[in-house]
């Protein structure tokens, strides 16, 4: 059948794609059966895979090197003719124009453009990693500059996809609601790890993986520490520069040897490291819309970890905490409320909690999730071949 006929595929992403973790999971669902080529920056991010890599910071030309020229292209609202001399566009045209795809699986909204100019005889499949148009709402000049950008992107381009896919059932609901667009949601599940739960000891042992961000609030989990009377502990394993808010929580945490700051691992022995706690700690405070609606990896990294989770009142990691009984959900986003959870549960709940992950870590496991991009793959080959 045509259908079953490999084909072959452009992933491609404006980023160090070896450190992007959907597009190396696309690219390992689908090798088998189709031949796979990965664009992006930084050197190849699977041995034996073809790569053509992208310049990350290419010089400006043409129009965007007369000084203002970016400026005045933004304030008139010209987005057509901005995403044709942005240079990073430009250069990846260079590189990519040459080539042929079936498919070209683009990632975020920045690429869009520049796939949909690309040959790819059944079109683009868009990854949003989040909601686009407000990924940097805390910031004016991103309001201004950016979003309206991105806002043009999706409404003359995204909404011209084969397919999407996206991150969230609330970020699915607010591209349908603003923009008409429909998503298949793929969470940012992590690949299963087989690994049998801990008997939890006292002090029960927490931690927290991530980035070091002020928007999320990481505060909170010192000050519950400080005023629970559960006995815990709470590692922090902590991404990003030593900047003055990094500095603001070792100072928070100074003199207390419950609290520990440990450096960070690198992500292939990150669920083995995390195993050795008992309770992950998912608190972001949603200080932005994308932040209210996250499901990160850290939270999927826990289950495979097979931990216990505690998370805020974020709309989509407290339903699937009660949804499986994984954990327990503050009431609100402050370490007052933190505290209070922790001084109602005990090793007995959280062995509870962490034999429930051991038995979904299966069913949260990447390998199920990835399947609806397979499935979102095969049917738009399908639709294709059979109009043919």
Not at 313 to 339: K, N, Q, Y
């Amino acid at each position: 059948m045509q259908g079953s006929a490999r084909k072959k595929i452009l992933v491609f992403t404006f980023t160090p794609i070896n450190r992007e973790p959907r597009a190396l999971k696309q690219i390992e669902l689908l090798r088998d059966d189709h031949d796979v080529t990965t664009a992006g920056f930084g050197p190849a991010p699977v041995e034996g895979v073809p790569h053509i890599e992208l310049e990350s910071l290419p010089t400006s030309h043409g129009l965007l090197a007369i000084r203002g020229m970016y400026s005045l292209i933004i304030l008139l609202r010209q987005y057509r003719l901005l995403s044709k001399v942005l240079p990073r566009n430009a250069s990846a045209l260079a590189r990519l124009t040459p080539h042929e795809w079936d498919l070209i699986i683009a990632h975020d909204v920045s690429t869009v453009p520049v796939a949909r100019k690309l040959r790819s005889r059944f079109g683009v499949l868009v990854d949003l990693h989040e909601y686009a148009t407000r990924q940097g709402e805390n910031s004016l000049r991103w309001r201004l500059v950016e979003g309206g950008y991105f806002r043009w992107i999706l409404k003359r381009h995204v909404r011209r996809a084969a397919a999407v896919s996206t991150v969230g059932q609330g970020i699915v609901d607010e591209y349908r609601r603003e923009f008409g667009i429909e998503c298949d949601l793929v969470v940012n599940a992590t690949p299963y790890r087989d690994i049998e739960p801990s008997k939890t000891p006292e002090p029960i042992r927490m931690v927290h993986s991530g980035a070091v961000a002020a928007t999320r609030k990481l505060e909170i989990m010192i000050e519950a520490v400080k005023l629970t009377r559960t006995p815990v502990t709470l590692d922090l394993y902590l991404v990003g520069a030593e900047d003055a808010y990094f500095a603001s929580l070792r100072k928070m945490a100074e003199g207390d040897p419950r609290i520990r700051f440990r450096d960070p691992v690198p992500y292939d022995q990150l669920v083995t490291t995390l195993s050795q706690y008992d309770i992950g700690l998912a608190m972001i405070a949603p200080s932005t819309f994308n932040l209210l609606w996250c499901l990160p990896n850290k939270f999927f990294d826990y289950i495979q970890a097979r931990l216990a989770i505690i998370t805020g009142p974020s709309p989509e990691m407290a339903r699937i905490t009660r949804e499986h009984d994984l954990g327990a959900v503050t009431e609100e986003f402050t370490g007052e409320s933190l505290a209070a959870l922790l001084d109602r549960i005990d090793a007995a709940k959280v062995d509870a909690w962490k034999a429930s992950a051991h038995r979904q870590a299966r069913e949260l496991s990447s390998e199920v999730q990835v399947k609806v991009w397979r499935r979102m793959v095969d049917r738009i080959f399908s639709r294709a071949d059979a109009s043919a």
